[in-house]
């Protein structure tokens, strides 16, 4: 774990370049392609108690300092907002909310990250996005869900820490360090959660301006990812930090897992309720199960992460 260490920009696209030349040729399904029907049925092999734990936040509805404009959520009857005395009536509301932001447990789908005028797979951005949506890569690649072997790597849990500070940097050796503390190992199609703790820290000390400090992975460490060619990435943060690790790129994370090894990207997750169990039972790995919403152009939906243990 590291506070400061900047890739130059010809280092980070050198990474890229590297990074790019090991996702599925072809695939327009990114990653999800190295989830096949053995690693289900591995997956669901999984669960021995049958206790299912929620991964995701509760939606944020306040205005805070990582979230000046959250999600709003109001009553649309009874008008209003008082039931009457006889006969039937029904409680119906309403939500809008903005899918990709610093506080909702989100997933990214493949079209959410622009590079160079691309997206992944060297799809022309201008010819797959419009006002109207994404007519490529869009969150409608899994409508069936994503159903693999979760794996937990509680970082903070490694180095000791309740969480890790803004700023810190996840390297590569920090992810295989909890695996072997752990006693769990990365395998190819596992949907890999890197717990840094940003949950646990907003919870206690509050809200703060996330673009300014977040601890995440630093860009190197989607070296492990790529070797042990895991399909989905998940974080309790944004899974960059902030500052940024890259030269010239803000979202260097984002633009290594989605645009150069299509892995859909799992932001803002929550895994204090998961963490506790797998630490007590001494297990990291589960059945997930990754629902989006049916929003077929569009680049990511709110999600609601299950483990089942």
Do not use: K
Not at 29 to 45: F, H, K, N, S
Not at 62 to 91: K, M, N, V
Not at 97 to 119: E, P, Q, R, W
């Amino acid at each position: 774990m590291r506070t400061s260490d900047e890739l130059s920009e010809a280092d980070f696209r050198s990474l890229y370049r590297h990074l790019r030349g090991t996702a599925p040729g072809g695939a327009r399904r990114g990653a999800l392609d190295t989830i096949g029907e053995e690693q289900v049925l591995a997956a669901v092999r999984e669960v021995r108690s049958g206790r299912t734990v929620s991964l995701a936040a509760p939606v944020n509805t306040r205005t805070a300092p990582d979230d000046a404009e959250p999600a709003e959520h109001r009553l649309t009857a009874p008008a209003d907002g008082e039931p009457g005395s006889t006969g039937l009536e029904f409680a119906r509301d309403r939500i809008a909310m903005n899918i990709h932001g610093d506080v909702n447990s989100h997933i990214d789908a493949l079209c959410h990250v622009i590079y160079d005028g691309t997206l992944h797979g060297g799809i022309p951005a201008a010819d797959a996005l419009s006002p109207d949506g994404a007519s490529a890569l869009s969150i409608d690649l899994v409508r069936d869900g994503i159903v693999g072997r979760g794996v937990l790597l509680d970082i903070p849990q490694l180095h000791g820490v309740p969480w890790l500070e803004p700023g810190s940097q996840v390297m590569a050796e920090d992810l295989a360090a909890a695996e072997a503390g752990q006693g769990v190992r990365v395998g190819r199609g596992d949907i890999l959660l890197v717990r840094v703790g940003h949950r646990r820290r907003r919870e206690e000390l509050g809200a703060w301006d996330t673009a300014d400090a977040r601890a995440g992975l630093h860009p190197t460490a989607m070296e492990f990812l790529a070797e042990r060619e895991v399909a989905v990435l998940g974080s309790d943060g944004n899974n960059d930090t902030a500052p940024s690790a890259a030269e010239g790129v803000a979202f260097p994370v984002h633009v290594l897992a989605i645009h150069a090894m299509g892995l859909h990207l799992l932001d803002y997750l929550r895994f204090e309720d998961l963490a506790p169990i797998c630490a007590r039972d001494g297990r990291w790995s589960f059945l997930c199960v990754i629902a989006p919403l049916r929003l077929p152009a569009a680049t990511g939906s709110p999600v609601n992460p299950l483990a089942i243990l």
